[in-house]
Structure formats: C-alpha cells, structure tokens
C-alpha cells in the first residue's frame, strides 16, 4: 500500500462525534478532510474542509465523493452495504474493508462470526417468530435480552426478558429479526481497541474497563482491573478479526469478564470507538490518529498509556456543566458541538488524567 502524503484528501462517511475527532487527528498531520453525511450542520462537517450532505443511496453524490478524495473510511457501522460497494466501484479504497463493516451491522452474523474464529461469546439464537423465542427461552434460559439484529446502538432497542413469561411482550417491542442473548451476570465490561496498518504491522492500546448505564457508556477507566491473561486474551481476539479481514485502520472488541474469568465478546465495532477516547490525552498516539495512520498506509504509532484516566461521557444535559468543567483544572474537555442536547444523546467528554499515579 503507497503511503498517501500530506495534503490528501480522506473521505469519512458519517457527520458524527467520531467523525469529528477523526477529523481533527487528520488535520494535524497535515491532511484534508471531505465529510459524507445525511445530516445537514453536523458535528464532523464543522471541523472538515469539505462536506458533502447528501443521501447515503445517492449514486452522484457518492460518484463525486470518491473522485474527490484518496481513501474512505467510515465513523459509524451502519453504512448501507450498497454505499461502500458504490464507492469501491467508483475506484476508491474502502478501509476498513466493507466485509467487517457488514458483519458489524447484524449482531447475529457478528457473534456467530466471532464464535467461527474461536472468540467467545454469551449464548444466542437468532428469533424469526414467536415460536423461535420461546424456544431459544428454553434453551438459552432466562434472563436473557431481546435485541434488533440490525440498527440497535446504546442500548436501543433490547428488551430484558426477566422471566418465559415476558417473551410475548418483549416480542412485541422488538420483532423480528431479532437475536436472543442470555443474560451474563458480568464482573465488569472491558474494550480492546487495536489496529492494523497497511504493511499488516498490529498495535493494541491497553484494555480498558467501562461502565454502561441504561445500555449507554457511561465511564471508562485505564488501566482496566484484569488479570495479564484477559488482556492477552482480547488481543488474541483482535489480532484473529485484524487478520481475518486483513484489516485497516482501528478495531474494537467489548467484551463482558464473566467471575470465572471466562471472556465473552460482546460486540465488534470496526471503527474508532467511544471507550478509546481517553487515548487522546493518554496514550502516545490517540486512536484517530492511529485509524488515520492506518488508512493513509503510514507506520502506526506507539500505543503505551501515558498515565493512568478516566473518561467520564457527557450525556445529554450534563453538558450544560460546561463552564464548571471548564474551570476545573484536572478535567480535559470535549464538546462535540451538537445544537440540540437531546436526552441520552452523547453531548462531550472529559477525560481525568491521574499524573503521577504511575509512579506512587
Ligand atoms: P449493546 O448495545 O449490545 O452493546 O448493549 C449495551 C450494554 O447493555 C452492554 O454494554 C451491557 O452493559 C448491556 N448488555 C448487553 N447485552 C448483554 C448481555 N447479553 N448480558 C448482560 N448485559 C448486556
């Protein structure tokens, strides 16, 4: 893979947080940004040189975005299948490969997916009808959580099934096709973030350890309180999806830590993601400088962690906070610019940087 030099241009489907920040991370080394989103004023296209607001099924829209930049890389999973195959027919590289994005999109193909390569996960069936549900229930026994294959993010559209006889109900919410997965009773939530590069060379930050709140990450915390042979494990489990589709850019794995240690794989999100953004002031390169890296075919950066942190998302009016956060020396802060602080809407960050823990 030729390395692209500053002054490239990198297409980025999707006008989000991530966007942005990726954005940022791309502007620092010296290269432009084009933006493709459906979302008119958004966060990404604010700090982009260019945008394109346009529908993802658009076919000229998306003929002149890939005449117009040197790589695509995607900010969210659920880009239409038909958006990166229009884009690679149009001649221009997609990195990740749309194959993982794809897998990423139906939480069925990803955990059987993941299970073919060896990488466990919790139990699961996938739930075409009534019937199916009730007897997955009696297989996979309750409680389990109904989940949409498709389209379900920070913790929409699950429903907790506490006992059988609240499957018709959960059906109900969720239909189908959905994905029924037994409950695991979880010692804490843990995230790898690793990445490939285009000469195939792999770097991994440390695991982190994360904290949801109504299926929303709420807190993330590095280092993470494992055991060296859960984080070889999850590496293990990166390097094998890395490999498998022979990757570019940033991977990460969220997985569950069951009390008998055992790993279980949550979900697969081949992008930067929101457990990583500690790197940004914590580790020697950030994850969307070392996705762009990847994606421009430049050698990854160096992944150790700085200093130990936290990072703590600022969910829909928490952000308001702003001016006490601002003045508060030991919080980094990062708003995304969103106008509307919508409930449950993920508004900024702060990360907690605890200099001089690593020494003590
Ligand atoms: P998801 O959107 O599938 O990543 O789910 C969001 C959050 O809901 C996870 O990070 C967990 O905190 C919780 N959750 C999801 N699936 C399960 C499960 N099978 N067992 C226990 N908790 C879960």
Known sequence: MTALAPGATIGILGGGQLGRMLAMAAARLGFDVHIYTDETDSPAARVAARATIAA???AAA???FAR????VTAEFENVPAATAAALAEAGVDVRPDARALA??????????FLNALGIASPPFAA????????AAITRIGAPAILKTRRLGYDGRGQVRIAAAADAPG???RIGAPAILEGFCAFEREISIIAARGGDGAIAYFEVCENEHSGGILTRTRIPARVAPSVEAQARGAAQAVLEHFDYVGVLTIEFFLMPDGALLANEMAPRVHNSGHWTIEAALTSQFEQHIRAIVGWPLGPTEHVCDAEMINLIGEEAGDWAR???DPSARLHLYGKRDARTGRKMGHVTRLRLGDRDA
Not at 103 to 112: G, V
Not at 127 to 134: M, Q, R, T, Y
């Open 56 to 58: 993802y099924n658009d």
């Open 62 to 64: 998306l003929c002149a």
């Open 68 to 71: 117009a930049v040197s790589v």
């Open 103 to 112: 897998i990423a999109q139906d939480r069925f193909e990803e955990k059987t």
């Open 127 to 134: 739930i075409d009808s009534e019937a199916d549900l009730a």
């Open 170 to 172: 959960a059906y109900t």
């Open 325 to 327: 956060l601002a003045a």
